[in-house]
């Protein structure tokens, strides 16, 4: 399968089903982990915290809606406890 579908920078195509009214592709990232918390700025101190897949719906291809799963990963960081989600460049 074309890697870049979608046009969606650092999203890897994982999976795609076609029904009735729309595509639906299943999305992981390939962006790099975040190398610092974005709430408090501390450096490293971020452990993985399972992922959470969201659906979002881009604008209509052959007159059918694209569904996108996205798989994100979350973090969780040690020094002020905040969960932060990898960035998900999927607008750009
Ligand atoms: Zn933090």
Redesign the pocket.
Known sequence: MQNNILNLSDLKVMDMEEFVDDYRFLVETTASPPSH?L????VA?LYKHGKKQQLFFDLPMHAKRIGIYAKRQRYK?R??D?TIFENLLIWM
């Open positions: 918390c709430k408090c700025g501390a101190n960081c020094e002020c905040e």
